[in-house]
């Protein structure tokens, strides 16, 4: 079964420095979407992206904040300047359709640690 | 704003036995979705099963139940049959539908219910 799949698995960055992430997210879906989940706390929506714009945000989806689709399959979330509170999960996830009906796929996340 | 409360931070089962996990929603919206997700050690969030809150009748998917409850605004998850396997935090998310061009459905999630199931 096609997965979403985020690299790295884990990311240790100095604060104040920049970060990306990335996913693949499953080949034939058109809707893509960052959340985070701090350590023991809810996961957070962050923000959604579709036709090669942002669909919605998240008050979390500050100016450090920025998605790309540089090419057709990669979908990267970069923090400009990491803060120690940036430190997460963060979960890429897609879906072909916007619809309840058609779940969001997520992939395995990448554990951000800011030091 | 949409609110999902999973008031259950911890549970645990006997294997082969039953477990329900409760979550309670807040909207005014009248249509919308529900999901359970699970989230084992291995962290893939994988989808358990939905509800579509037009649907009158339960969701199921093998030995996965649940209880909607639309007037109460609750959502339970049943799980039959508890296997070792289905040891995971276990996550109550809502979704609205999207609203219009540019918007996309955007899941809200509950703090989750950490289930352990006991040999």
């Known amino acids: 079964e096609p997965e979403v799949t985020q690299t790295p698995s884990h990311q240790v960055t100095q604060m104040g420095q920049e970060v990306i992430l990335r996913c693949v997210p499953i080949?034939?879906?058109?809707?893509f979407y960052w959340y985070r989940q701090i350590l023991g706390q809810k996961v957070e929506f962050l923000v959604s992206f579709y036709n090669n714009e942002i669909s919605e945000k998240s008050e979390i989806f500050d100016d450090q904040f920025s998605v790309e689709r540089p090419d057709g399959s990669n979908f990267t979330l970069k923090i400009r300047s990491t803060k120690l509170e940036d430190s997460a999960m963060y979960f890429c996830a897609s879906s072909a359709f916007a619809l309840g009906n058609q779940p969001q796929h997520f992939g395995d996340g990448t554990r951000l640690s800011i030091l | 704003a949409q609110t999902v409360t999973q008031s259950q931070p911890e549970m645990s089962v006997q294997e082969a036995e039953t477990v329900t996990l409760s979550c309670t929603y807040d909207t005014s919206e009248s249509n919308y979705y529900l999901f359970w997700y699970k989230q084992p050690p291995s962290r893939q969030m994988i989808l358990v099963i939905r509800?579509?809150?037009?649907?009158?009748q339960n969701a199921t998917e093998n030995r996965f139940s649940v209880n909607f409850q639309k007037a109460a605004k609750s959502f339970s998850l049943k799980i039959s049959d508890s296997q070792l396997g289905d040891t995971a935090m276990y996550f109550c998310?809502?979704?609205?539908?999207?609203?219009?061009?540019?918007?996309?459905?955007?899941?809200?999630f509950g703090k989750g219910t950490k289930l352990s199931v006991k040999p």
């Open positions: 998310a809502f979704m609205k539908p999207p609203g219009g061009r540019g918007s996309q459905g955007n899941l809200i």
């Open positions: 080949s034939n879906h058109l809707y």
């Open positions: 509800q579509e809150a037009y649907k009158q």
